[in-house]
Nanobody, 127 residues
Framework: QVQLVESGGGLVQAGDSLRLSCTAS????????MGWFRQAPGKEREFVAG????????YYSDSVKGRFTVSRDNAKNTVYLQMNSLKPEDTAVYYC????????????????????WGQGTLVTVSS
């Protein structure tokens, strides 16, 4: 069992930065990969970024590559999503998710492949 709690969302203007945090509890944090997803109103949940269990490997969607950075601090059981140069189209509820399959170096991009989810945090970017 893993519990995930996100924080850091809010209302910002286009071009601003925001950092999301997701703190996990329940199972050895470094043993599983983590992902960030987002869901805008009327749209499906989409992959944003992921990080391997060790933190060495990261993967990004094309829409955020070069603007967002995913990282993790395994000593604090926390994964981060640093979002720079935010655009109105980044507006969505952002979720962190844990992939508990025993291949922590693989970063998956499909929501159904993740086992546990946070409650989500709303990011609104105004133009």
């Amino acid at each position: 069992q893993v519990q995930l709690v996100e924080s850091g969302g809010g209302l910002v203007q286009a071009g601003d930065s925001l950092r999301l945090s997701c703190t996990a509890s329940g199972r050895s944090f470094s043993s599983y990969a983590m992902g960030w997803f987002r869901q805008a109103p009327g749209k499906e949940r989409e992959f944003v970024a992921g990080v391997s269990g060790s933190g060495v490997r990261q993967y990004y969607s094309d829409s955020v590559k070069g603007r967002f950075t995913v990282s993790r601090d395994n000593a604090k059981n926390t994964v981060y999503l640093q979002m720079n140069s935010l655009k109105p189209e980044d507006t969505a509820v952002y979720y962190c998710a844990a992939d508990l399959t025993p291949v922590a170096w693989v970063i998956r991009t499909t929501p159904g492949e993740y086992n546990y989810w946070g409650q989500g945090t709303l990011v609104t970017v105004s133009s």
